[in-house]
């Protein structure tokens, strides 16, 4: 964790870290929450479009993130309450769905479903990075994301 003067500082230097990709972001998605209805749904939806931005090497990704420990640097765009009665998110409701997705499956109840596999489940990362930004508009809303390997031992 990187702090300094007690602050806190999602864009300060990597340092052991090396990003599998660069930053994905999404926009015009409402980012979702562990308590969201029709989870499993937007998860699938949610998959699609991280998968359509990382695109042809997306293998190739899954192979460098197989079994190493991870860094996630995550910043949810999100609206705080609206006309439909949306209430503020919790962040860490926030991630778990997120985790869920990257994940090799997304467990939904019983059912299993195929994730974007870049790690075998949550317990691969290591070092959490996020925040959340207020937004007005539906299409400012959505997520940042970029996944790093840790190149030493923790």
Do not use: W
């Not at 997705?101 to 070092?127: C, F, K, R, T």
């Not at 007005?136 to 996944?147: A, C, V």
């Amino acid at each position: 964790m990187n702090c300094s003067n007690g602050e806190f500082d999602l864009n300060s230097k990597l340092e052991n870290h090396e990003p599998v990709f660069r930053e994905i972001q999404l926009r015009g998605f409402t980012p979702l929450t562990s308590s969201s209805n029709k989870t499993i749904k937007r998860k699938e939806n949610l998959k699609d479009l991280i998968e359509k931005k990382i695109g042809k090497d997306l293998k190739k990704i899954q192979k460098r993130c197989l079994k190493r420990h991870l860094l996630a640097k995550v910043v949810f765009y999100v609206i705080e309450s609206d006309e439909k009665g949306r209430s503020k998110p919790d962040l860490d409701n926030l991630l778990k769905p997120l985790f869920d997705v990257l994940s090799v499956n997304m467990v939904n109840g019983q059912e299993s479903h195929a994730g974007v596999g870049l790690m075998e489940n949550d317990s691969q990362i290591y070092e959490i990075r996020c925040k959340k930004i207020p937004v007005d508009t539906e299409s400012e809303e959505g997520i940042d994301l970029q996944i790093s390997i840790f190149t030493k031992t923790i």
